[in-house]
């Protein structure tokens, strides 16, 4: 993670933990435990919650969730604070798209 993404950084319980959002609106989520550094991408505050923070209070054995609050509120003010990707434009289509034929057969063929 790059530092101009860290949002938030301290620790959930005994675990230390590294939130950042980038600007293509991801979480990214990294934290090490006893077993090894884990890393979570996730794409929505919701998912994050449950895939990160409810997995780190558990294993961290915090009992109170003003640090989840804490982590949230600033992940939700991040991003709102990025600036959203311009919409490209669609590629124009006709209404009625006529099927294009081989040059040697411009007509239908004829029928009996």
């Known amino acids: 993670m790059e530092a101009g993404e860290l949002i938030w950084q301290g620790k959930v319980g005994t675990i ?3 939130v950042g959002v980038p600007y293509s609106g991801r979480i990214i989520a990294e934290w090490d435990t006893p077993q090894g550094s884990r890393q979570k991408v996730t ?7 449950r895939s ?3 997995q780190l209070l558990l294993s961290g ?11 949230l509120e ?4 991040a991003q709102d ?5 311009a919409p490209s434009q669609p590629e ?3 209404k009625n798209p006529k099927a294009r034929q081989h ?3 411009r007509r239908p063929p004829r029928r009996r």
């Open 43 to 49: 794409s929505s505050t919701e998912e994050f919650e």
């Open 81 to 85: 604070e990025r600036p959203r990707p």
């Open 52 to 54: 990160v923070l409810l």
């Open 61 to 71: 054995g915090e009992k109170d969730a003003t640090a989840t609050r804490a982590i």
């Open 103 to 105: 040059r040697r057969s």
């Open 16 to 18: 230390p933990l590294r």
């Open 92 to 94: 124009r289509r006709r």
């Open 74 to 77: 600033a992940v939700t003010k």
